[in-house]
């Protein structure tokens, strides 16, 4: 098996890396991976990359899924997993074992969605409470005694991630899950989360956040039903490796299960906003897989009244600066390169030319990369498929710039731009109408399109708090860098 040039990273074996899968399992080819020259390419991954297998390599393979019998399997399978072209499939990883599993809930004066949360869990769970300060202490010390856990209070507000560390110190078993308490969960959520492990390298997974809903199965009110389809916690419903730049770059610290020898001393203190998304990307930087599995799910109390929803979506936002900081490298808005930097660009101009430089330019990547890819079949074929899904990337992370991160600058382009007012509209239009089909939102296009719009508003002005806090625009600037 081999890659082409710029495909990053090295193979276990020529690392002497500890391989992950394990013997007996399956892995599948996720569903952005494409399939070329009958078997003999796998063009996907994370970053992007088109890997070459060997005949003896393309047999192994039973359609999509490729079963793990022996070393060279094993060393396949994992390589695909790293690159991001397959996952392992869940339900073929041998079962882990629930009483190696210590819950950390932190929590502060919320002790009706404790109690629902604990009683979710059930009898029998070996339950760590760090109750962060509450008004009310006595009442959280008794609802989590009527449920037989242990409580941990602390004498100081510290946030809910040194709230955490607090409970990881105290954990004796193999495995911690982190609990946010206003959350339903259920043992089998954790039963299926624990399969992953299995693999030696996996330090953290993360399962799909749904919203939960009422007894009558809507949400509590058009927005409730909003964060239903698109709520910032609901990663999707695809398997994943986690990490910088990947298709899931991030998982939540709603609900994480994590190996305890592997998370050394737990999430950054001082972090009260984005600690985990640095959880994870100190995790990748180490080596180390995050997975996100969404055969398990646990369902999240969203915020739906106006001003707690926007005021959540700006507090997400202000964790971009602390982000830029510590990861300067991983935190901008978009990566683009170059020449789909210039498209953008030269569509943005809307002028007569914009087109056809646009179609331009796109050829001439295309051809460059056909050179590239000598060992394909159809290679101008391949090097097309890559450059127009570069491109869709390209223009997805532009409207993204547009509507969210950059609006402040937007808006005030838009009184004097008749043009930038036209790309406005039409990012808008395009976006509601893509994001819609896409989630199956049972709202009409008008208040999802409105919720869609503030969501976007309220994150972008918390990503403009923070850098002016900070006095650094680097969480707002896009990296444009032909090799990355």
Not at 179 to 186: Q, R
Not at 454 to 479: I, K, M, N, T
Request: proline share 6%; net charge positive; glycine share 8%.
């Amino acid at each position: 098996m081999s890659d082409r040039p710029d495909a990053t990273g090295p193979r276990p074996s020529e690392t002497g890396a500890q391989l992950g899968v394990p013997i007996g399992s399956v892995v599948r080819l996720n569903r952005r991976t494409r399939v070329s020259d009958g078997g003999r390419a796998l063009i996907g991954g994370a970053p992007i990359r088109v890997l070459y297998l060997k005949p003896a390599a393309a047999e192994l393979f039973e359609g999509r899924d490729l079963r793990v019998r022996d070393r060279p399997s094993q060393v396949l399978a994992d390589r695909l997993v790293d690159a991001g072209i397959a996952d392992p499939v869940v339900e073929t990883l041998p079962e882990g074992d629930l009483s190696e599993v210590t819950y950390v809930i932190p929590v502060r004066d919320r002790p009706e969605s404790l109690d629902r949360l604990l009683g979710a869990l059930g009898a029998g769970a070996s339950v760590i409470v760090v109750d962060d300060a509450s008004r009310d202490v006595d009442r959280q010390r008794a609802v989590v005694e009527r449920h037989g856990a242990r409580f941990l209070p602390l004498p100081e507000n510290v946030g809910p991630a040194e709230a955490r560390n607090a409970g990881l110190r105290e954990v004796t078993t193999e495995f911690v899950a982190f609990v946010d308490s206003d959350v339903v969960a259920h043992p089998d959520a954790v039963a299926t989360l624990i399969r992953h492990f299995a693999d030696p390298r996996v330090a953290l997974v993360a399962p799909r956040v749904r919203g939960l809903v009422d007894d009558d199965g809507r949400g509590a009110n058009w927005i409730g039903r909003y964060e239903e389809a698109r709520s910032s916690l609901d990663l999707g419903d695809g398997p994943a490796i986690v990490r910088q730049r990947a298709t899931v770059s991030w998982v939540s610290s709603t609900f994480l299960v994590g190996r305890v020898a592997l998370l050394e001393a737990g999430f950054t203190a001082g972090m009260r906003v984005g600690e985990d998304v640095d959880l994870v990307w100190n995790l990748a930087d180490r080596g180390l897989r995050v997975r996100y599995e969404p055969a398990a799910a646990v369902f999240h109390e969203h915020r739906t009244t106006t001003g707690a929803w926007l005021a959540r979506k700006a507090f997400y936002g202000t964790g971009a600066h602390p982000l830029a900081v510590r990861h300067p490298y991983d935190i901008a808005p978009a990566v683009l390169a170059p020449w789909s930097a210039a498209v953008v660009a030269a569509l943005l101009a809307q002028r007569r030319w914009s087109v056809p430089v646009a179609l331009g330019i796109s050829a001439f990547t295309a051809w460059r990369l056909s050179r590239k890819l000598g060992r394909s079949e159809h290679p101008l074929r391949v090097a097309a498929g890559l450059t127009a899904n570069g491109l869709v990337a390209s223009l997805v992370q532009a409207t993204a710039l547009l509507l969210r991160h950059w609006w402040p600058a937007v808006l005030v382009g838009c009184l004097f731009s008749a043009r930038l007012r036209r790309a406005v509209v039409v990012a808008h239009l395009v976006d509601v109408a893509i994001e819609q089909v896409r989630t199956r939102a049972r709202l009409d296009p008008v208040r999802f399109g409105l919720a869609r719009r503030l969501d976007d508003l309220a994150y972008g002005a918390g990503v403009w708090v923070s850098a002016v806090r900070g006095r650094s625009w680097r969480a707002l600037l896009p990296d444009v860098r032909r090799q990355r």
